[in-house]
């Protein structure tokens, strides 16, 4: 057993702090704010109403009982969850009102009756990305790829091989709209390019695979809300002895000779032998390594798409929104190109709104709800955010009451903003980019940061801007490749 320090407390950082202690090594989280959580953390507005502050939607949850089980525990007795049906509710441009079911057939039966494409057509591009997925995701996203050992096994060699026919020289776009004449449907499936913050029209067709997540395996609720995993792990991870330590931000990693020697905080120096850092990969360099040589070319990959979040408090119940909702704008390849080309926010952006207070009745007073509302946004670049936001806010009230038939600005009891600058101070990530590195090319997966460090032995990373990239199922993987690599 050896002391180890894990630097944030982010959800990767949790569980990885989880699974080292399950391997009997004494664990010390060192946090900068005053609790866990850090993307995933919760927030509370006056008049009643809660709010998962950052993730939203949840897929692959035995990922998270995984963990509960390698402690010897029963997920159960510390989280639940039940999969949600209807997924999604969807608001097209023209009027057009879907409803994405949990059961694909059911589903597929919905497409043909609202957008007239035959449920035939709809049923073979979904089991085609489930293929996809089976094919592939074992392996670029459970193991690590910067390790030689990991080209020698014979599952990656197959998942190496399946890659061209997956699609690397077209667009998940060009994908789709050969799938489907209806623009629509389109529009539906590009969308899932935003789950790691990639533009559809640049992001290679392998991540057509995307949606398998959500309707080949289902979308989740968390009882209590997404925060409920971070705080049931924090409570695991406590009752194997991790000790959190919040309000004390790394300011150093520490080397003696070629390795790591500890860390300087704010509060003092600790000897550790091994560090974790939970921290986005690009500060862990330039603040916490100021003398030690940065990997450049990993360090400049263009980030992902960034938030900006409106929490309402609403006065008022829409019994057709369920807890995804999604209002499509008119034109998304322009959306995209103000983010991606443009770095700033088209003036009739797509709107996502998630409700828990359905599911959670406590997430808002009696006939009112909690609307989370996000637009897609570039990083943080400099950019007029004061300006943008009062724009874009305009726009999205327009947007979701033409489509509700009400006056929504009128319904707003309570009130507050997250933007990608607001983002990046809470929670250190680069620009506020939500998952750390975009995917819009084709090598993406393999330009991530590695979970470890070439130069300084010792040292590992884990969460949303290192491999696998971001989003939660993805950093409970790093987590878990992270305790993987430590046992070797
Ligand atoms: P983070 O959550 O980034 O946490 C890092 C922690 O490290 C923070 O607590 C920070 O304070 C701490 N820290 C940083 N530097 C230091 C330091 N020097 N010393 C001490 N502590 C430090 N994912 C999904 O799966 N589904 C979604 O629907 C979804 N929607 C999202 C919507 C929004 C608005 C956002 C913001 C994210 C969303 N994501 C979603 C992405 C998901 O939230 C992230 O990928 C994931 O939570 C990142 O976890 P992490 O462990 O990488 O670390």
Redesign the pocket.
């Known amino acids: 057993p050896q002391s180890v320090a894990i630097?944030?407390?982010?959800?990767?950082?949790?569980?990885t702090a989880v699974r080292l202690a399950v391997q009997g090594h004494r664990v010390t989280v060192?946090?900068?704010?005053e609790s866990?959580?850090?993307?995933?953390?919760q927030l509370e507005l006056p008049g009643g109403y809660r709010f998962d502050?950052?993730?939203?939607?949840?897929?692959l949850p035995h990922l998270v009982d995984e963990l509960f089980q390698l402690a010897g525990r029963n997920p159960h007795d510390y989280f639940r969850y039940h999969r949600l049906d209807p997924i999604t509710q969807y608001f097209f441009a023209d009027g057009t009102r879907l409803t994405a079911w949990a059961d694909e057939e059911r589903f597929a039966r919905e497409v043909e009756e609202k957008l007239q494409v035959p449920v035939a057509e709809v049923l073979a591009f979904l089991r085609r990305s489930g293929r996809a997925y089976e094919a592939t995701a074992g392996t670029f996203l459970q193991k690590s790829l910067h390790k030689a050992g990991t080209y020698l096994s014979p599952d990656v060699l197959k998942a190496l091989a399946a890659l061209p026919q997956l699609g690397l020289t077209s667009t998940m776009h060009q994908r789709h709209a050969a799938a489907f004449q209806d623009p629509r449907l389109v529009q539906l499936f590009d969308r899932f390019a935003t789950?790691n913050g990639s533009d559809p029209y640049q992001a290679p067709a392998t991540l057509s695979m995307i949606p398998h997540l959500e309707h080949g395996l289902g979308a989740y609720y968390p009882e209590g809300g997404?925060y409920a995993i971070a705080q049931s792990l924090v409570r695991l991870a406590e009752e194997l002895g991790v000790e959190f330590r919040y309000r004390?931000?790394?300011?150093e990693i520490l080397t003696a000779g070629k390795r790591v020697s500890g860390l300087k905080?704010s509060l003092g120096t600790y000897d550790f032998g091994l560090v974790v850092?939970?921290?986005?990969v690009v500060?862990?360099y330039r603040?916490?390594l100021p003398h030690q040589p940065a990997p450049e070319r990993t360090l400049s990959q263009p980030r992902s798409s960034?938030?900006l979040?409106f929490y309402w408090g609403i006065g008022q119940r829409f019994p057709e929104l369920g807890v995804h909702n999604i209002f499509f704008s008119q034109d998304y390849r322009r959306e995209f190109e103000a983010i991606f080309r443009e770095k700033t926010i088209a003036d009739d952006p797509t709107v996502y709104v998630?409700i828990t207070s359905g599911h959670t009745p406590t997430d808002a007073p009696p006939g009112h709800e909690n609307w989370f509302v996000?637009v897609n946004v570039p990083h943080d670049q400099g950019q007029d955010w004061p300006t943008l936001i009062k724009r874009t806010r305009a726009a999205v009230l327009a947007r979701v009451s033409q489509a509700l038939g009400t006056d929504v600005a009128s319904l707003i009891r309570a009130e507050q903003v997250?933007d990608p600058p607001g983002?990046e101070a809470?929670?250190?990530?680069f620009g506020?980019a939500?998952?750390?590195s975009s995917s819009n090319n084709t090598l993406a997966a393999f330009l991530r940061h590695p979970n470890f460090s070439g130069q300084l032995p010792g040292l590992y990373f884990?969460?949303?801007?290192v491999h696998p990239g971001?989003?939660?199922?993805?950093?409970l993987l790093?987590a878990r490749i992270v305790s993987d690599l430590l046992k070797n």
């Open positions: 630097i944030g407390a982010g959800v990767a950082g949790i569980a060192f946090e900068a704010q866990f959580g850090g993307k995933m953390h502050g950052g993730p939203s939607l949840f897929t789950y997404i004390e931000p790394v300011l905080t850092s939970n921290m986005d500060p862990t603040r916490l960034s938030a979040i998630n996000m997250w983002i809470r929670t250190s990530s506020g939500l998952y750390g884990c969460g949303g801007s971001g989003g939660i199922p993805l950093c790093s």
